[in-house]
Structures are given as C-alpha cells and as structure tokens.
C-alpha cells in the first residue's frame, strides 16, 4: 500500500487553486513517478460558499487556521492566503508543530526568511519556497541542487510580469505607459493598485530571496536600492530602440571583493543580451557561475497554474524526503552565514536624459560639472529643439561611464542649479 502524504493547505485564491488543479492533472503520474500520493485534506478558506471556479469538497474546508497547523495527521502546510502577516505567524507555529512548509509568498520570506530558517531547522523540518522567485521557473531549486558545485558572481533577473509587460508593449507598439498599464489590469496582469509592481518592490522581495540564497547574506527589501518604472517615457524607449537597447525592470546583484553589490531599477539592456528577449509577461533569471559560465531561466513568472506547479513541485520535494523520513536540511536553503556584506548599487553605467534650453554653450557647462566630479561621458545626443512657452529648448541625452550612484547624483543637484536646465527627467542603469 502506497504511503500517503497528508497536506493542509491556508489559501484557496488564484495560486490555491492552481495548486489544487496542477495535484488533480497529475495525480497519477506524480503517484506512478514518487510511490506515493499527495492528497489536500484541508483547506482554510474564510468563505467556503464562494465559487473558487473549481470543484473542491466542502468537507475539506475550514475556517480555522489552526485545524491546519496544529493537526498531528497533516505532514505538510502550504501557505498561499500571502502578505506578511498572519502568514508569517502561521508559517511558525506550523514549523514549530514539526511540520514542513512550502509557501510562494516572497513577501514574508524576505521579510522574515531568517526567523523562519531558524525555526525549521530547529524543529528538523522543511521550509520551500520555489513558488516565491520567478513563479513557474525552477530556479532557486535548480540553484541549491544541479548546481550546488558553483560558486556564483552574479545574477540579474526579470522578475515581475507586469513591469516586463508593459515596457514590452510601450517598447514594441509605442504606447504611453497609461495607457499599457490600464490594458495589464483589464487583461488582469496588474493589481487595481499596481504600486508593488511597477515601484519595483515585488521585485526587490525576490531579489532579497535570491541574494540570500545564491550569496549566503542578508539583503533586507528596504535596504535594496529601488526604483520603478514609472519614470520611464517614449522619449527613452525611442533612444533604447534606436541605440541597440531594450529597457527592462532588471533586479540584479554581483560579487566583488568580498561584497555583494545590487539594486532594482530599469536598465537599458543591450540587444545582444539574452534578457533583452524577454518579452511581456514571462519572467527571466540569468545567473553566472564559475563552473557553468552563463545561464538563463525562462518561463511564466506568474498565473495559477505556472505558480502552482511550482507549489507542487516543493511539496513532492518534501514528500520525498518525508517518504524517506529525511526531512531535515543540514544547511537551509536561505543563508545568512558567508560573510559577505550586501552594500547596494556599486559602480554602473548610466543613462540621463534632460531637458535644457538650446543656446550656446550650454553643453559645456554641463560636461565641465561632469568632469568636478570625475565623471567620464561615454555619448551625448541632442534631440530637434522646440518652443515651449515662447523658450527654445531641446533634449539632452547622456551615456556616462561607470561612476557611484551618489556621485553621479550629486553632480546632477549641482547641474540642475544652472539656469539653463530646464528639468531632469530620468536616469537609468545601462547593464553591460
């Protein structure tokens, strides 16, 4: 007689119930391919008369948590009801109960990831959570098994679909970003308030996961360097296309002497580069490894089914471990242990784009300011001048060297004194 896995399951929303779906497809040729069955046997969902869009017994529904987390016959609890909190407090006392817990909220394991590590390995169960970086993509399973032998430098991700797809549509049909942003939410790509998305925070709750995991430290969310792609116009998709770039929501971190280096912001992307393919709402990681040298992830980032299987996916990992009653990592899949110092963004190549009036000697004012602070220009480009409000003014487009964020800041506060600048409007990363 076949062993049977027992599950709890807090959420029954979108990935729930992708979750439940991808169990019910592949019930048979997960049990066929594991020698055991997974079965949900509860469920906490606070409004069981509500139409899910999936037939699901009521008998398995519950409105209490702790049916769940405190029932001696579940084996694993998958946390899919996200946010913070209560997630976090019932991931805890789930681990502290002796169960393992797979979850695809990124949210509270870059939040709480180390507090919830601790507790896993305190009690010798599991905490999963594949379903959190990147939705369908295996990566950080892929990270922590296949290529466990590299010693890894860096990794850039596309990590949120509904950035990735409304920079493809503005990029590629020339729509303002208004415009995308309110076709992402009617085709559901993007939350009523978008905010997470498109100010890069759903972003940089991935890469926190990703830079603990690949890098063994802490990178808090909030001490990652974050910006959105709100600020992102035609006037800098017209020069990324016509310069040999695409501009993508990069989340991105590296090793350099003993520190780890990253941020989330848009980036002009080279042609050339694998990411720069990626197009709408598919998600991308690629990572660079001493042994494996480059390479990418692809795949659906998000979406019930993608998401869920991904859910899956961790579950059948634990349940082979239970099945073998080896669930236990000696060393967790978040670390925090290597000694490295995450100390944001580093040196980068930069794009600015600023608005100034057109007369001479203007140009060199601004160089002359770039040059006090040590900083090489690359390329200028200037668009055709235009009459605003009687002032001939024209665009002025930089590419700069490598320089620190905050010199390169610093030298735009003083530029922007001059009173021949008119505003600056963007500044962007130029990934290499």
């Known amino acids: 007689m076949k062993k049977i896995i027992n599950v709890g399951m807090l959420g029954i929303g979108n990935i729930g119930r992708g979750t439940y779906q991808a169990l019910e497809m592949n019930r048979q040729k997960i049990s066929e391919t594991t020698g055991f069955d997974i079965e949900i046997v509860k469920i906490l969902n606070r409004h069981p008369d509500k139409d899910r869009g999936i037939y699901i017994p009521k008998e398995k529904y519950t409105t209490d948590p702790m049916e769940i987390l405190t029932d ?71 990270l922590t098994t296949a290529l466990l032998s590299n010693r890894f430098t860096e990794v850039h991700g596309i990590l949120n679909g509904t950035t990735n797809y409304i920079l493809t549509q503005m990029g590629e049909y020339g729509k303002d970003y208004a415009e995308v942003l309110k076709d992402a939410q009617a085709k559901g790509f993007a939350e009523a308030d978008p905010t997470a998305d498109v100010g890069g925070f759903d972003a940089a709750n991935k890469l926190s996961i990703l830079i603990s995991t690949i890098f063994g430290t802490d990178a808090a969310p909030e001490d990652i360097p974050t910006q959105g792609i709100t600020s992102v116009g035609k006037e800098d998709i017209a020069f990324a296309n016509g310069s040999g770039y695409r501009i993508k929501l990069l989340a991105s971190a590296r090793e350099m002497g003993g520190k780890i280096y990253g941020g989330v912001e848009p980036a002009l992307v080279p042609v050339t580069h694998p990411l720069a393919s990626v197009s709408n709402e598919f998600n991308a990681v690629f990572v660079r490894g001493n042994a494996v040298d480059d390479l990418m992830f692809y795949g659906r980032g998000a979406g019930p089914l993608p998401t869920g299987s991904a859910v899956l996916g961790d579950v059948i990992g634990v349940a082979r471990k239970l099945e073998k009653d080896s669930a236990y990592d000696i060393v967790p899949q978040l ?87 008119k505003s600056i409007d963007n500044i962007m990363r130029v990934a290499e």
């Open 72 to 142: 001696p016959e579940i084996d694993i609890v998958v946390e899919l009801i996200g946010g913070i909190e209560p997630a976090t407090e019932y991931m805890a006392t789930a681990l502290a109960n002796g169960k393992s817990v797979v979850t695809a909220n990124k949210a509270a394991i870059a939040a709480n990831g180390k507090r919830l590590a601790a507790l896993a390995q305190e009690n010798h169960v599991l905490l999963r959570f594949e379903a959190a970086v990147a939705g369908g993509i295996p990566i950080l399973t892929s």
């Open 335 to 421: 670390r925090y242990d290597s000694g490295l110092t995450f100390v944001g963004e580093g040196a980068n190549k930069y794009y600015i784009r600023m608005m100034v009036v057109e007369k001479p000697g203007v140009l060199g004012k601004i160089t002359t300011i770039f040059g006090r602070h040590g900083i090489s220009i690359e390329s200028v480009q200037q668009k055709a001048p235009y009459e605003v409000n009687g002032e001939i003014v024209a665009p002025l487009i930089f590419i700069v060297f490598k320089v620190e964020k905050n010199v390169l800041l610093g030298a735009l506060d003083e530029i922007y004194k001059e009173d021949v600048i």
